[in-house]
């Protein structure tokens, strides 16, 4: 039939029954739901839902405008039950939060992880955020020293590293310098919010970056280290797409959650051995604790103060068996976390804090625009370590370092104003400032002292230093050799280096003039090394050793 021969029903009928169907449908929801078959005592079900809520707004008033009853001595224990005070300590309008209604004493979690109260932030795209600035490291802590290094035959991955060596693993008497430093989190925290970071995020250390200038070489400057590690690094997740719009790293979960596994080892590594010591930095060894009894976190915090001042005063002072020479970047460090400690019983922070106002008006000029005068709780200064084991001996170091943390907008490139941050899969800090100079002691130290071109050869003056003195010993020494021995002969001792040549330039340009230059394997490390003429006749400890000496000649 063709269209224009439809009647009105033939034209309309889907129409007309898509109508009644929703009126079947509105008629019966109006019926089962305010009909009087679900009503109670004639009221409806929104008639009811009205009624309760006015209920419990009068109940909510008369809770909180009923006074309890009466608080004298003879019905105290009465009182303990009465539920309207009971109902406003917990829901009144000066309700505490649950643990101090519980009277239980929060636990401050150790200082790495770093979990600031971050603000959640929603907004335009016109109000995206940038990274937040990280604060520097403090003033780096260092310690010289020699142990028994733990030698592993095969490094393991971090996942299967326990912090133990195997019982089989050999040992190397090794010098080494420890550097720690502490991180301000109430500053790292103002950061963060300035930023407007999401809610969780935590400053995830991936590691920590250690550099040094070594003061017996003129020419150098700052070069990095490469810092110990008794375990292979984490696999870092690969880039599987980079567009202008969106990029994406593969295993980024898994790799986070890695991280804040392993933090300990990540931001503090400790050195596998025996006879190391570490940093005298507040916590560094142990993380600070919480007392609920407050006698017994009384006698803590004055435990602390005293321990702290008392190593500020030595390390002030200097001439004793843990500090030989006034080392005042470690007495600052010590008197802060001191006078900052809370509390510790009134004499002895007053005590503390006279100490630390000491201390600062010590402060050498070199160090005043490092210092900060306003003490910072200790629980608030997060400590940071690395280690180097390529120091030589008699060579004095000066170091620095910074950390690197993973970036929480990785691959989020619409959450920040600057879409090539979120194509930084972790962001590095500025440097701390330079340690002071540190000298590495040995008891075997030696030197180029000359070289014979015709001959092929230089000598090596190979010092030994004990109680008794200091002797020396030279070798003619030719690329293949062995630098120094274990002598038979009398009573000489063991001039042994561990140090093998190989290679002599008699020619090598240093600085515009010819100079005789010898590289070494350490076999201890496997690291390459090398000796230049000149700046080892000009070396000072070898001056100093040199009139020291008392010669054990061939």
């Not at 500090?323 to 809370?342: G, K, N, Q, S």
Request: charged letters at 30%; hydrophobic letters at 35%; proline letters at 7%.
């Amino acid at each position: 039939m063709a269209r224009k021969d439809a009647n009105f029903i033939d034209l309309h009928a889907e129409k007309l029954v898509l109508g009644l169907s929703v009126l079947l449908v509105a008629g019966g929801a109006y019926l089962g739901l305010g009909g009087s078959r679900l009503a109670i005592n004639g009221k409806a079900p929104s008639e009811l839902c009205e009624a309760v809520g006015r209920s419990a707004e009068q109940a909510q008033r008369a809770i909180l405008s009923a006074a309890p009853r009466s608080t004298n001595s003879s019905q105290t224990d009465a009182n303990k039950d009465d539920p309207i005070r009971a109902l406003q300590i917990w829901y009144g309008p000066n309700a505490r939060e649950l643990a101090a209604n519980a009277d239980v004493a929060p636990t401050p979690g150790r200082t790495q992880p770093f979990g600031p109260p971050y603000i959640p932030v929603t907004g335009s795209a016109a109000e995206r955020r940038h990274l937040a600035s990280l604060v520097a490291p403090d003033i780096p802590v260092v310690l010289a020293g020699e142990a028994q290094i733990v030698v592993l035959d095969e490094i393991p991955p971090l996942a299967e590293f326990d912090g133990r060596p195997p019982p089989s693993a050999k040992k190397i008497a090794r010098p080494f310098v420890s550097v720690a430093a502490q991180i301000d989190l109430v500053t790292q925290e103002a950061n963060f919010i300035a930023e407007r970071y999401p809610d969780g995020s935590r400053l995830t250390i991936v590691g920590v970056e250690l550099q040094r200038r070594d003061l017996n070489d003129r020419r150098g400057g700052w070069e990095t280290v490469n810092a110990y590690l008794p375990y292979e690094p984490l696999d870092r997740p690969k880039k599987t797409l980079d567009t202008a719009r969106a990029v994406k790293f593969e295993g980024l979960d898994a790799y986070q959650r890695a991280l804040e596994m392993y933090y300990e080892y990540l931001a503090r590594p400790r050195i596998l051995g025996t006879n190391v010591e570490l940093p005298p930095v507040p916590y560094l060894d142990e993380p600070p604790r919480s007392f609920f009894d407050s006698a017994e976190a009384e006698r803590e915090a004055t435990r602390r103060v005293k321990n702290w001042a008392s190593a500020a005063s030595k390390a002030l002072s200097g001439g004793n068996r843990q500090f030989r020479e006034p080392d005042w970047d470690t007495a600052y460090v010590l008197a802060r976390a001191a006078a900052a400690t809370i509390g510790a019983k009134q004499k002895e922070s007053r005590d503390a804090e006279d100490q630390f106002q000491k201390v600062l008006q010590k402060t050498p000029r070199s160090r005043r625009s490092d210092v900060q005068s306003n003490a910072r709780a200790p629980e608030k200064m997060m400590p940071l370590l690395a280690h180097d084991l390529t120091v030589e001996p008699g060579h004095a170091y000066v170091y620095r370092l910074r950390y690197e943390i993973y970036n929480v907008f990785a691959g989020q490139v619409g959450e920040l104003a600057d879409p090539d941050d979120a194509r930084k899969l972790t962001v590095f800090s500025d440097w701390s400032p330079p340690s002071r100079p540190i000298e590495v002691e040995s008891d075997t130290y030696f030197y180029l002292t000359r070289a014979d071109k015709r001959k092929g050869d230089v000598t090596i003056t190979v010092f030994k230093v004990s109680r008794r003195g200091v002797t020396k010993q030279d070798y003619r020494v030719r690329v293949g050799d062995m630098i120094g021995r274990k002598e038979k002969r009398g009573a000489r001792g063991d001039f042994s280096t561990g140090a093998l040549c190989i290679d002599i330039d008699f020619e090598r340009n240093v600085e515009g003039r010819k100079e005789t230059a010898m590289v070494y394997l350490d076999t201890r490390d496997g690291i390459l090394r090398e000796r230049i003429l000149g700046s080892d006749r000009r070396d000072k400890t070898y001056k100093k050793l040199s009139e020291q000496r008392t010669t054990a000649r061939r």
